[in-house]
């Protein structure tokens, strides 16, 4: 099969896709021998001046509008649900500090954690509980999900801003910055695995901490 004829099926794989695909799912379709890295990178090329990009995310490849033309598409809609303060900090935390346990949130931010903020950041898919510490108590950790990564536009969590852009932001006014893993605006590096010990279903909090 033609190079060419290789694209093609790779364009259309992705377009009808209703979500990322990896490279690996791309080669399964293809036929053996097929160098699907450089048929994606060609293809990358053949969209970057056009309408929409081919861009990846999370590992996984997907069509997504040109960057300058989103303003057409963009509805001013009013947002039933918009995360509170203390959601999105813990959601910056979680970014930067993962595997981070409850009890480590709560001394970043130095106030007590709400269980309703983390079932908010899980139900939206952002963050998930990354298994259990090998320390007394076994608490249970979280970290950040490739929903995370494709609905903010990052391939990996070392993409995610420094601490001056967060700052600026105002995203960060209320943490404790000197306890986050941002200083010199290094990015963070990529922690996203399972633990050992994890049991799966098993996923008790811990209690707040004490005053």
């Known amino acids: 099969m033609e190079t060419i004829e290789q694209i093609r099926i790779v364009e259309a794989l992705i377009f009808a ?22 048929l994606l990178i060609d293809l990358q090329a053949q969209y970057e001046k056009r ?10 490849w997907m069509f997504q509008t040109a960057p300058d033309l989103a303003f057409l598409l963009r509805k001013e809609v009013e947002e ?8 999105v900090e813990t959601l910056a935390i ?33 963050v998930r509980p990354m298994g259990r510490r090998r320390t007394p108590g076994r608490p249970m950790t979280y970290g950040t999900t490739d929903h995370f990564l494709v609905h903010f536009g ?18 960060l ?8 893993n941002l200083m010199d605006d290094e990015k963070p590096t990529e922690e996203q695995h399972e633990l050992p010990g994890y049991e799966e279903g098993d996923q008790t909090e811990n209690q707040p901490l004490s005053d």
Request: proline share 4%.
């Open 17 to 38: 896709s209703d979500k990322p695909l990896s490279s690996i799912a791309l080669a399964d379709c293809l036929p053996e021998g097929a160098r699907i890295d450089d």
């Open 51 to 60: 309408g929409v990009n081919l861009v990846e995310v999370a590992g996984k």
């Open 80 to 87: 039933e649900k918009r995360l509170s303060r203390a959601a």
């Open 94 to 126: 979680i970014s930067y500090h993962q595997p981070v346990t409850r009890a480590e949130i709560e001394e970043v931010r130095g106030v007590s954690l709400s269980k309703g903020i983390l079932d908010v950041l899980m139900a939206a898919q952002w």
């Open 154 to 171: 990052l391939n990996t969590i070392k993409d995610l801003p420094g601490l001056a852009e967060l700052k600026a932001a105002g995203f």
């Open 173 to 180: 006014e209320n943490v404790n910055t000197s306890r986050l």
